[in-house]
C-alpha cells in the first residue's frame, strides 16, 4: 500500500464551471456573474494542457481508477483555489479576500459528490474524517480519501475569521493546512518553487516583505494547533519555517504538551542537494523530526533532481527517491519520517521519469521493497498514516472531552 502525503485530486474539478445548484449559492455570496465562471474554468482548462498535462491529449494524471490501479490506499487530497492565490482584481502580496474559503469549501463538497456519484456504495472509496475512518478504510482495501488545504490565504482576511473557519475545517475532516505557497498574499512568505525561473530571478520578480508569519499566518497556526490539522511548512521560506516552529514552542509550553504531540508534515519536499531554498536543509529536517513528523518526497524534476542529476527511465527515478531516503534517514536516525508525496496534479510538469500518472506511483513499490525490506511498508504507508491518524484520534478526544465538559 503506498500513502500519497499530497495529491490534487480536486484539481481536475476546476476545468468545468461549478453545477447550477453550486452557482446559485455562490453568487449569493461573490455575486459573480456565470460568464466569469465559465472564463475562469476555459482558461484553467487551457493552463492545464500546457503546464500539466503529460502532453496536450493525455489528460489529467489522477483519477479513482489511476489511484486503484498504483496501491494508493491513503490520499492527502488538496484543495487548491488557483484563482484565489492569483487574483487578478488584487494587488500583488494583498491579504486574502473572504469570498476564497467559500470557494474552496464548494470545492470541498464537490469532491464528494463525485466520489460519490462513480462509489455510490463506497465500495473503493471513503471519506475519512476520524482515525476509525482511516481503520475501516485499511481493514477493507478501500481509499481513504483526507481532505487537504494548500494555501493560507483561503483561511479568512481577519483573526476572528480564520478561528472559525480553521475549526470549520477540523469539522469537514481536514488534515493540513500548506500554509504558504508560490506567491505571498499575507499570510507567510514562500520559498521559489516556479520552475521557470531560478530562485535569484523569482525573487527579483516577485517581491516578498523581509518576514515570514504575518499575524494572519500566526492565527492560523495557531488555530491549526487549537484543532489538531496538521501544519504542512513545504513552499515556506526561511523566515517563515523560523517563525512557525518558535511559535509551535511557544504554543506547546502553554499546553504543556511535548512537541512529538503535534507532528509537522513537508507533504511535497525533499533534502536540499542543490540549491533550491524550497528543500529542506538539515536543521529543518531535524526540526521536523523533533516533532516525529514526516517528509513527502515530491514527484517533481525540477525540485527531487536538484542537485542530483536528471536521468531518463525508472531506474533514475527510484535511484534519485533512494538518495533522498537515505539523506533524510541518516539526518533522523531512521526511516520513520519520509513518504510520498507525489503533487501529481499539481502543475509539476516534468514529473519524474516513468511516473506520469497516479498509476505509476506503484512503480516504487518493489524496488523500495528489495532495498528497505524491513522499513518499506513504513516507507511508503505507515510514516504517513501515523501522523494523520495521530491528528485525527487528539481531535475526536478532544471533542468528547468538550462533550462531557458540557
Known sequence: MIADLHCHYPMHLLEHAPPSETYDRMVRVRRRPRWLEKLRALVFRLAARGFN???????????????EKGKVRLVLSVLYEPFAEIDLDELPNSDP??????????????????????????????????????????????????????????????NAAITKN????????????????????????????????SDRTYNRIFCQPHKGLTELGREAVRAMYENRILIDVS????????????LLKELDSEHGAEPTTFPVVATHAGHR???QAYMLDRRNIERIVARDGVIG??????????????GEGIDHTVATVRRHIDRIREIAGSHAHVGIGSDLDGFIKPTMSG????????????PL?????????????????RVVARVLGQREERVRRERVRA
Open 235 to 246: 513552499h515556506m521560506s526561511a523566515e517563515a519555517l523560523d517563525d512557525t516552529f518558535d
Open 97 to 158: 479576500e473572504d469570498g476564497y474559503f467559500s470557494d474552496l469549501v464548494d470545492h470541498l463538497d464537490r469532491v464528494e459528490k463525485e466520489l460519490s456519484q462513480i462509489d455510490p456504495d463506497q465500495r473503493r472509496h471513503l471519506v475519512a474524517r476520524s482515525e476509525a475512518d482511516l481503520a475501516a478504510a485499511a481493514d477493507t482495501g478501500r481509499i481513504a480519501f483526507v481532505h487537504c488545504v494548500e494555501g493560507g490565504f483561503h483561511l479568512g482576511r481577519t
Open 297 to 310: 518526497l515530491i514527484m517533481a524534476r525540477h525540485q527531487l533532481q536538484d542537485g542530483i542529476g536528471d
Open 273 to 275: 542537494f542543490g540549491n
Open 53 to 67: 498535462y503529460r502532453d496536450h491529449a493525455s489528460g489529467w494524471r489522477v483519477d479513482l481508477d489511476r489511484l
Open 166 to 197: 480553521v475549526a470549520e475545517l477540523a469539522r469537514r475532516g481536514v488534515g493540513y493546512v500548506t500554509v504558504a505557497h508560490l506567491f505571498y498574499r499575507g499570510i507567510a512568505t514562500n520559498a521559489p518553487a516556479l520552475p521557470m525561473f
Open 355 to 366: 511516473i506520469e500518472f497516479a498509476d505509476d506511483l506503484g512503480k516504487l513499490e518493489a
Open 369 to 385: 521493497r528489495a532495498a528497505y525490506p524491513q522499513d518499506a511498508d513504513a516507507i511508503l504507508f505507515g510514516n504517513g498514516h
